[in-house]
């Protein structure tokens, strides 16, 4: 029997450093990081489309920060795109394969089998 697997999975990205700041929760200066987390719906856990994403400063002591924009990231680190390219991508990849494939099987049909 053919069973398709739908799904929701979200993934955190770490995206570089973000110097030494105050952490509110700590109360101290501790490194920071950058992060991304998005959450993507796919087929597969592979053939995806990104639903959101959310940026944050985060204290690499107690794992806590403020949520922030892209805008306020640092401009090497905004201009990149770290998201997976089958995440981001790949529903859209798997319907113009499966489009392509439909539309050689019925060349091939039509070519030889068909007279």
Known sequence: MFHVSFGT??????????????????RESTQHSYYLQYTFDHFYRSFGWVTSRTYACVCQHCKQGPFISRSDLPQPIASSE?????HRYGAVFLG???????????WVLLTFVIK
């Open 9 to 26: 999975s979200s993934v955190q990205v770490n995206l570089g450093d973000a110097g030494t700041r105050l952490c509110p929760t700590c």
């Open 96 to 106: 113009i394969t499966g489009l392509g494939g439909a539309l050689l099987l019925c």
């Open 82 to 86: 770290p998201i997976r390219w089958l």
